[in-house]
């Protein structure tokens, strides 16, 4: 049962089960509403050195056609580490993650996309199916890195390292978030350690280091709001994407998308977490540092602007510490603000910070009442002794 002590009938090394335990531990102080920390416990525990199992230090790599696992296997298979780099042997795709585990056709087309990079690269494809999406009840946002991982250690007697393209990069570090490097490396085992790689870049730097190869550029699939092997172009993920692109190398038209860029579309999203947010404010930090100018720039940074109010540095002060006064105070500012860069109050309403204070507010408001109650009761009792005394 989930929050129940778990107890393995196998073997486990001593690392997973430290690590384990770790994870556990991290989750349950980052979203302790959500988790909590349980007993893991099997039935033998393996020696670690025993569990190395491995005949050399060959890596995978979880692969589903975005542009972080293409940057992970471009700069490792071309060896842009030197020593550093791994060896990497194979590609991973599950089919059941990204791509729903029915949609068999789907994932076909899409492993026919990304063929002509996996081809150049000489990196084979290992294919994993799965159904345990639908059937499993945790957040995906938050899990999404353990359940990879879950894949990838079926292949822990023949590989040692397994590679997951890191999300956003350690100078933007957002937490919680499904895969960080804080928590990745704990998802280990004593015969398998899981790599949280690349977050020394931006996904705008990573572009600059995919545009450079123009097979990967047109292989490139990262929408899933779409057909399964294509990028709709319009979504919010295609339309950071394009922006990805443009700072990176100037590019409105790269071949990864097969329709002309609609620029003005990116003022008019809405971005529905803080890892998005970043994400745009990581793009719009690289057109500063190289002095990119343009229209478009314009609409990238009203975009950062208005959802600063729910994910920026206010956004926290809001919910944590700076309590405003009163609810008109907080009601005319935003408004004042929604007028002034076109943010609808919906969205703010839908923030924890504006339920937090809300909910605050009116337990406040209930303290407040009791008191004016007892002071009225006594004022009553008072004047009824007084009378009584007359
Ligand atoms: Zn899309």
Known sequence: MIGEPLHVHGSVSAKALKNAALYCEAWANMLPADYHAIEITADT???????????????????????????????????????????????????????????????????????????????????????????????????????????????????????????????????????????????????????????GYTRTEKVARIARNHVATACAKFCWEGEPDRNCGRCEKCIRTRFNFLAAVGDPYPACFDQPLDIASVSHLKLASKAIYTEFKTVLKHTQKEGWQGSWIDGLKCLVDKHATLYGDGAAALSSTGLPDSEKTVIERLEEENRRLGLTLSVYERSRGYRLWLCYNRLYRIRVLGLVLKCLRERVGLFLRYMKAL
């Open 45 to 199: 525990i393996v020696d670690d050195r025993a569990a190395l199992t491995a005949l050399d230090d060959r890596a995978v790599s979880a692969f589903s056609g975005g542009l972080d696992g293409i940057f992970t296997a471009l700069r490792h298979k071309q060896r842009d580490l030197k020593a550093g780099s791994h060896d990497l042997d194979a590609v991973v795709m599950v089919h059941g993650l990204d791509v729903p585990h029915t949609e068999i056709e789907g994932f076909e087309r899409l492993q026919k996309r990304v063929k002509p990079l996996l081809d150049l690269l000489g990196l084979p494809v290992i294919t994993v199916w799965t159904d345990f999406r639908p059937l499993n009840r945790q957040t995906w946002g938050m899990s999404f890195s353990a359940q990879l991982s879950a894949c990838l250690h079926l292949m822990s007697g023949m590989y040692r390292y397994a590679l997951v393209g890191s999300s956003e990069p350690y100078s933007d570090i957002v937490l919680p978030w499904g895969s960080n490097p804080a928590t990745d490396y704990l998802l280990s085992g004593a015969s398998m350690e899981i790599v949280h790689d690349g977050a």
